[in-house]
């Protein structure tokens, strides 16, 4: 049975830093796409990054969020600095069974998520 379970959310001010982290159990990472995404109150869920052997980011993030893999301890990073107001949300972290997917930022490409973790910037 595959698990993903995110930590790191929290409460920071603009312009600060966070990590996210998505530890996998039955579930290796390095083979297979992988992403996070984030939903904000009243929205719908948007990804914001993803990572095969390349990655992908939302433009909203680009250059702010970086996503990372750690294969030795079989976890998913997300990066986040320079946070805005609007980084406010949810945050998810998202598994695929495929190498390659065709829309990597799409949800419905992606079989396992995360219970998620609660981001919250304030101004």
């Known amino acids: 049975q595959v698990q993903l379970l995110e930590s790191g959310g929290g409460s920071v001010h603009a312009n600060g830093s966070l990590t996210l982290s998505c530890a996998a159990s039955?579930?290796?990472?390095?083979?297979?796409?992988v992403a996070w995404f984030r939903q904000a109150p009243g929205a719908e869920r948007e990804g914001i990054a993803a990572s095969n052997r390349f990655t992908f980011y939302a433009d909203s993030v680009r250059g702010r969020f970086t996503i990372s893999l750690d294969s030795a301890k079989n976890t998913l990073y997300l990066q986040m600095n320079s946070l805005k107001p609007e980084d406010t949300g949810i945050y998810y972290c998202?598994?695929?069974?495929?190498?390659?997917?065709?829309?990597?930022?799409?949800?419905?490409?992606?079989?396992?998520w995360g219970q998620g973790t609660q981001v919250t910037v304030s101004s």
């Open positions: 998202a598994a695929s069974e495929r190498l390659w997917v065709a829309r990597p930022l799409l949800s419905s490409e992606y079989d396992y």
């Open positions: 039955g579930y290796t990472y390095g083979s297979n796409t």
